[in-house]
């Protein structure tokens, strides 16, 4: 069936489709009092990554919203098709608390129609993904995913939706990259075939059942790095009149014309969400609708919401370890030197990846641990951003250059300081920024410019962000589960952590001169230590090895405490070891090396 394509923008997709007379784009969407008889609407979205609750402050409207735009249109006389492309049932912990479970319930309340999985769908295993689809209201399709053993079809392939005597045939396609895009482990009874094949088959098969428009529900993406992508599929494949799209984030505001055929997508994280309007001829027009020209929202949706966050509260509240030593999350500290709980962190990636080097920015560690008990609630509140783990294989001289990012303002604390594991360095902070990374060793051995080493590290750095731009273009070995997960699993397999600074990040010092010794570290008047005098307790335990810690900018008896021992009395041990050089403590001085003794 030959097609009309209008591709036209979003102020105009709602001034002529649904006959708006609005005077900006930016003003509400509304189609009251509108007739859309004879049309049918497609309502779109991908990648929300399990951003199913609004959240006006990052501008995700959630499931409340599409809901509530699908039966508005409705209430307007249009015949609505929701689809879903993918990456949906994994991401903040609002969806891996209950294995994707949760974001089901509110799909099947909207009314999704269908969805194609996208690979971190796959994140809590194949197993529990078939199980899932067997809950959800829709079928759960893709054409390209055969059981190895089999050879069967792992999901459905194609379903066909009748709308205004029109027949829809919608057919699945999940990206390849899938295979090393979640944990391997995850997929290794499945296999994922060409897309170009399957989407040949299903389009000559869903015509053959009777489909006047052909839809392909594709995880494919457009990254131009990929193997396959939308576009291939497009170019490849003749009949295809629609691709709704995932996988690559991208944000099409009237949709992308490829030959025949129209893709859309709608970016990420339910910031829009697509509408593609076909009037009674069959003309196709695309467009997006944002927070910022549609507000509505669904009670029913609404109240399940907050159903689920009472009993997530309790879920969060489970024990998954303990600490003996106070994890230090300290926004300055973070970015500014190595801490215990960057190095939980990153042992946690290396120990989930097998990888050489793991490093994470200190900006994406929000909160420290007390001593205690540890719960899911304490890693969802330190790594509250919904990012994953990724590896990559780059070369040593990326490596060295991601390092001198992380310290580049040092001391000066900076989001994109690195902790890391696997990798120890020095920071010679006399040195002007990108040459201040001295003494670096890969497990113990030298860094090779010219080696390869498997990084671990997150989302958010692997893309090119905090400044870690040298690292966008390498190739993604594999995808992993979220932070929290990784760390969690991993605290779960120590039982009790017991995590000390150990030197992975040094700061290279002089002799320090008159004046710089007499410059102090600064403390408030809270933080100060009364009658020092009085400080006479005596250290009874056998002494196990003897340290030194280099006092730096910012740093105080009691600050030093928590970080190595994780309490504060502890300062007073710290006095008594290095009496003979403190003779206030309340002014320790910028750059004294002070004694350390570590107990059994």
Not at 134 to 163: C, H, Q, R
Request: aromatic residues 8%; charged residues 25%.
């Amino acid at each position: 069936m030959k097609r009309t394509w209008k591709l036209l923008s979003m102020f105009l997709v709602f001034v002529l489709i649904f006959t708006l007379a609005i005077p900006t784009a930016a003003e509400a969407v509304s189609v009251e009092n509108t007739d859309l008889t004879g049309y049918t609407v497609i309502l779109h979205t991908n990648d929300s990554h399990g951003r199913a609750v609004p959240d006006s402050f990052s501008s995700y409207m959630g499931f409340t919203a599409v809901s509530a735009l699908k039966k508005d249109c409705e209430a307007a006389g249009a015949k609505v098709i929701l689809l879903d492309a993918g990456d949906t049932l994994h991401g903040l912990p609002f969806a891996t608390l209950e294995k994707g479970a949760s974001i089901v319930k509110l799909m099947n309340i909207a009314g999704y129609d269908a969805m194609a999985p996208g690979n971190h769908d796959f994140n809590y295993g194949t197993d529990t993904l078939v199980a899932l689809a067997k809950t959800m209201n829709f079928p759960l399709l893709s054409a390209n995913i055969t059981i190895k053993e089999s050879g069967e079809k792992l999901l459905e392939a194609d379903t066909i939706i009748e709308k205004n005597g029109v027949k829809y045939g919608i057919f699945g396609l999940s990206t390849p990259e899938t295979a090393y895009k979640t944990n391997p482990n995850n997929v290794t009874s499945i296999e994922f075939g060409n897309p170009i094949d399957a989407a040949k088959q299903e389009v000559t098969a869903l015509k053959a059942a009777g489909a006047d428009v052909i839809i392909a529900l594709s995880h494919l993406g457009t990254d131009e790095s990929s193997e396959y992508t939308s576009k291939l599929v497009a170019e490849q494949v003749e009949g295809i009149d629609l691709i709704v799209d995932g996988h690559s984030h991208s944000t099409f505001e009237a949709g992308l014309t490829v030959k025949d055929t129209l893709i859309v997508s709608t970016g990420e994280y339910i910031k829009n969400i697509g509408v593609v309007a076909i009037d009674p001829k069959g003309n196709m027009v695309a467009g997006l609708v944002n927070a910022t020209n549609y507000a509505g929202s669904d009670a029913s949706i609404d109240s399940v919401v907050s159903e689920l966050s009472t009993k997530q509260d309790k879920l969060l509240s489970e024990v998954v370890g303990s600490t003996s030593v106070y994890l230090d999350g300290v926004r300055e500290d973070v970015r500014s030197k190595e801490t215990n709980l960057g190095n939980l962190a990153t042992d946690a990636f290396r120990k989930a990846t097998g990888a050489d080097v793991a490093i994470t920015n200190g900006g994406g560690i929000r909160a420290s641990i007390e001593i205690g008990d540890i719960t899911k609630k304490d890693l969802v509140t330190v790594f509250p951003f919904g990012n994953y783990v990724v590896t990559k294989n780059i070369t040593g001289k990326a490596l060295l250059q991601a390092l001198e990012v992380g310290v580049g303002s040092y001391p000066e604390p900076l989001g994109a300081f690195p902790q890391v594991s696997g990798v120890t360095f020095t920071i010679d902070p006399t040195k002007p920024a990108g040459s201040r990374v001295v003494d670096a060793k890969v497990n113990g051995v030298k860094l090779d410019p010219k080696a390869t080493y498997l990084l671990a590290t997150n989302d958010f750095i692997i893309a090119g962000g905090d400044g870690y731009t040298m690292l966008a273009d390498f190739e993604v070995v594999n995808e992993y589960g979220s932070m929290e997960e990784i760390v969690i699993n991993y605290i779960q397999e120590l039982g009790a952590i017991e995590k000390k600074v150990e030197n992975r990040i040094t700061v290279k010092t002089e002799t320090p001169v008159v004046e710089e010794v007499k410059e102090t570290a600064e403390i408030s008047k809270a933080e100060e230590i009364s009658k020092p005098e009085e400080i006479e307790e005596e250290i009874k335990e056998p002494v196990e090895k003897f340290d030194t810690y280099l006092v730096v900018k910012g740093d105080y008896l009691r600050k030093i405490a928590i970080a190595l021992f994780g309490k504060e009395s502890e300062w007073k041990k710290i006095y008594k070891w290095n009496k003979n050089i403190i003779s206030n403590p309340n002014k320790i001085q910028i750059g004294q090396k002070l004694k350390i003794i570590y107990t059994r």
